[in-house]
């Protein structure tokens, strides 16, 4: 008597519905550019039908071809079906790669479907077998029997809905075989058989209700009153039986597999993390690894615990404070400025011990706060920047970090370094780790655990995983050739950064309520101003009121519609610009609303106790290498319009008699790009000290020496000029000029015949990334670029221009760190009182006694403008004044 559970899977149906279930598939790729969405989330499917059933027996059935002997019945079978995406395509062979890891039997037959395989091996099971058949294709719901349920997918390949002879009934009222027959009377669109014509699944079901099969209804035609449809069940005799035929899945294939040889004898760890590796899926390696640590050899032996000693403490004694430890600050928001201090933890590398207790305990020791002041104390540390702000909060300095674990994760792989367990994948190192969210759960959820073991277990495992990161950090940034970047650039960038973030910018919240009473003021003349022009009130903000009143009472032209109706987004007004005065004006009040909001109602709450706001700047989030800022962000008060230049007037110095002094670089981007292009006409230019615009306009526009160049063509120029950086399109430089696409294409035409070095160097970068999956900047700084082989056009195109960019972009944005880092010592070096306080893009804020002011005009742009040695000079515009907006 055998109790077998035996699961048998669609291979070739759920495969295809795991493509489609993730819609955003260039999120899903390898490094090798490889799409893995659908490997993704039939793993997903793996995992959770595993768990859920833990089958004793399994098989994988595909389809060997797209040619079977229903063709041969029916030559239009399954005609008609559009081509496999060769996203889809590309990611096929690896589907049994996967299940081979898996340790689950696959198995196709030329001349069969999946369903026959899964149809023959279902009825070969024992009537105390449990049969489980998953599909994403209710054909197969014809196979429930009393020991068979069909699992159908009901979500992409997540969500399961069984189907027993019970279900059927109560959905149908038909038994599974009468599957057939409706199958037989309705034809199928997607298999591309006929069936009746006009009978549909309602009428099908009647009909077999009544008849119970297609047989005994043509056997008893005369029970049928006279109508339409009898007339095309009379007429489709022939289409109905022969769809019936091609609805059966055979319980006969000559197969060659038994029961017996799909048996379940479970995963073969090191295999599945190897294709985990190789497919970058992150998490599933880090629960594998944390699932089966034991099983894992070598990598499963270099992170074992139990060499080292816990301990939870309550006082603190010099010698539990090393010479060389891993320290790590435990907080539940990302927001540090704001966030409580839960815990600190630290390993003792020599003596192997992990040292875990409260901020409280911690920060009243003055033994612990001067290990942490010293130099001599060496620290690993995740988050230098991060633990030298909290640190700072206690009234603290962080000095002696040793190595800074998420800058030099972030240099290697610029997209995986969100937490410790990312990282941990990203070398190969099996997760000790628990995820974050595992152990606090989700957004305002967040707490620490009421098992306060859990909590001090998983602060025990990131410390040991921060000391085994090192070593295997540190060699790939010597194999990448980055040490140089990390050690002159990134480290002590970060120490530049915490302390500007430490100290913040002061900010006049009066001046900033002031102007929001101000704005409040316009806003309502604006509004009243919209009334008068659209003839009547309404809510401006709701798209759907606005729509009425541009395109039914206005008649103004639809661009496009939505689900909920017309669409009144920024890019559909702007077309629609000049058309009628209420559009302009509706813009401007959208912007001018979204100032308010995001500034002058949304910094203040930024606004701390001592005056000031501190934002963060994120080191290492963007591709390019440039800094970002948040909470709140800083660099984007926009500065086109004045309205939002005044909010600048609200930053003010920090102690009375200083003054705030800007230093911005001058079109570095596009002197990077004439360094790196080697293009003489560009260089020249620069280093004649031209405007680099003029000279483009000259040049392309062929305007003699004797005339003077337009503000028009100037300005035409220096759209070309900086669309070619970004590897502008004709298209893109036509939307942006308001010209034709053949003007746009001449003006770039003729831009490269003036510049042959810059398109020399842009068909070269573009030709290095295709050999190389990667571009780099002057310093090293790496960007992969896995859609440069792709078959789609817009994202090889996107690959294209981003390869030309990235290095002038990545290379801008290191030189003005390598400035902040050089600028920063200068200043300590002569003592200086002045302070680093923003970047915002190409542009350094600081503020400083007025008497320093003249040494400041001396010193910035000298060192800005000799932070690297191009073959053009660097240009730096510098200014002083009161506030913010007095720099410009």
Do not use: C
């Not at 074992?304 to 600050?329: G, H, M, S, T, W």
């Not at 020791?365 to 206690?394: N, P, Q, Y």
């Not at 942006?736 to 970068?765: C, V």
């Amino acid at each position: 008597m055998s109790n077998n559970k035996i699961m048998l899977i669609d291979g070739s149906s759920l495969a295809f519905r795991a493509f489609f279930s993730i819609v955003n598939i260039d999120q899903f790729k390898n490094k090798a550019g490889l799409h893995t969405n659908a490997l993704y989330s039939f793993n997903l499917m793996l995992n959770t039908v595993l768990e859920q059933f833990k089958p004793t027996h399994i098989l994988v059935a595909f389809d060997k071809s797209e040619t079977t002997f229903r063709n041969e019945k029916y030559s239009e079978y399954k005609g008609g079906r559009q081509k496999i995406p060769s996203e889809f395509r590309e990611q096929m062979p690896y589907f049994r790669v996967l299940l081979d890891a898996y340790g689950i039997e696959h198995y196709e037959i030329l001349n069969y479907e999946a369903d026959d395989i899964i149809g023959t091996l279902a009825s070969q099971a024992d009537k105390d077998d449990e049969v489980i058949v998953i599909s994403g294709d209710k054909d197969l719901i014809q196979l429930a029997n009393a020991n068979t349920t069909v699992y159908i997918t009901r979500k992409g390949v997540s969500e399961i809905e069984p189907y027993t002879v019970e279900t059927i009934n109560d959905k149908y009222g038909l038994t599974p075989n009468q599957i057939i027959d409706l199958k037989g009377l309705m034809g199928d669109s997607s298999d591309n058989y006929p069936g009746v014509t006009r009978i549909g699944e309602k009428t099908g079901i009647k009909l077999l209700q009544q008849f119970g099969s297609i047989e005994n209804m043509y056997d008893n035609l005369d029970e049928i009153k006279p109508s339409k449809m009898k007339d095309n069940i009379i007429n489709d005799q022939e289409n109905a039986f022969m769809s019936k035929d091609l609805a059966t899945i055979l319980t006969d294939a000559p197969i060659e597999i038994s029961i017996e040889d799909i048996e379940y004898k479970g995963k073969d760890i090191e295999a599945l993390a190897e294709f985990y590796r190789n497919m970058d899926f992150h998490s599933f390696l880090n629960n594998l690894q944390t699932e089966y640590s034991d099983q894992l050899t070598d990598e499963g032996e270099e992170l074992e615990l139990n060499q080292y000693d816990r301990l939870f403490i309550d006082d603190i004694k010099a010698d539990y404070l090393p010479k060389q430890a891993v320290l790590y600050y435990e907080t539940l928001e990302e927001n540090y400025h704001f966030a409580d201090l839960e815990a600190v933890t630290w390993l003792d590398i020599e003596q192997k011990k992990v040292y875990t207790t409260t901020a409280d305990t911690a920060f009243k020791s003055e033994l612990f706060k001067a290990w942490l002041a010293s130099e001599e104390h060496r620290k690993i540390t995740w988050d230098s920047k991060r633990d030298a702000v909290i640190t700072s909060h206690f009234e603290t300095v962080l000095n002696g970090i040793q190595f800074d674990t998420l800058i030099a994760a972030y240099l290697i792989d610029l997209n995986n370094t969100k937490d410790i367990t990312d990282v941990l994948a990203v070398v190969g190192l099996p997760s000790i780790v628990k995820n974050d969210e595992a152990v606090y759960g989700k957004g305002v959820k967040r707490a620490i655990p009421e098992d306060k073991d859990v909590f001090e277990q998983h602060l025990f495992t990131k410390v040991i995983a921060l000391e085994h990161l090192m070593p295997e950090l540190k060699n790939r940034l010597e194999s990448l050739e980055m040490m140089d970047l990390y050690t002159t650039i990134e480290f002590p960038l970060a120490k530049v950064l915490a302390d500007m973030e430490i100290r913040g910018v002061k900010v006049n919240g009066d001046e900033l309520s002031q102007m929001n009473v101000e704005m409040s003021e316009r806003l309502k003349e604006m509004e009243e101003e919209i009334y008068d022009l659209a003839g009547e009130k309404f809510n401006i903000n709701s798209p759907k009121q606005l729509g009425v009143i541009l395109f039914e009472k206005l008649g103004l032209p639809v661009i496009k519609k939505t689900k909920t109706g017309y669409s009144t987004a920024a890019d559909v007004l702007e077309k629609l610009a000049g058309k009628h005065p209420i559009i302009n004006a509706i813009l401007d009040y959208r912007q001018l609303a979204k100032l308010q909001g995001t500034y002058l109602e949304g910094l203040p709450p930024y606004i701390k106790e001592d005056g000031h706001i501190h934002t963060r700047f994120v080191q290492t989030l963007t591709q390019t290498g440039r800094l970002s800022s948040t909470d709140p962000n800083l660099q984007n008060i926009p500065i086109r319009m004045e309205e939002g230049r005044k909010i600048r007037k609200a930053f003010i110095p920090s102690q009375e008699n200083w003054l705030m002094f800007g230093a911005d670089y001058s079109q570095i981007e596009l002197r990077v790009l004439a360094h790196i292009s080697k293009d003489e006409h560009m260089q020249q230019a620069f280093i004649d000290g031209e405007d680099i615009h003029s000279s483009t306009a000259r040049r392309v526009f062929d305007i003699p020496e004797n005339e003077a160049v337009t503000s028009e063509h100037r300005r035409q120029a220096k759209a070309v000029n900086f669309g070619i950086v970004y590897g502008i399109s004709d298209y893109g430089l036509s939307q942006n000029l308001n010209i034709s696409r053949k003007q746009a294409k001449d003006f770039i035409d003729r831009y490269f015949e003036q510049y042959p070095g810059i398109k020399r160097y842009m068909e070269e970068i573009v030709e290095e990334a295709k050999e190389t999956g990667y571009v780099s900047t002057l310093f090293n700084r790496r960007r992969y670029l896995p859609d440069i082989h792709s078959s789609n056009f817009n994202l090889r195109s996107f690959a294209e221009r981003t390869a030309m960019n990235s290095p002038i972009q990545g290379t801008a944005a290191d030189i003005i760190k390598i400035a902040m880092v050089t600028l920063q010592k200068a200043i300590d070096d002569e003592k200086l009182q002045a302070q680093l306080l923003l970047q915002v893009h190409d542009e350094l804020i600081l503020e400083a006694p007025a008497e320093e002011i003249e040494r400041l005009n001396v010193l910035v742009p000298e060192i800005m403008e000799n932070a690297v040695e191009l073959s053009v000079p660097l240009k730096v515009d510098y200014n002083h004044g009161s506030n913010w907006y007095e720099l410009k």
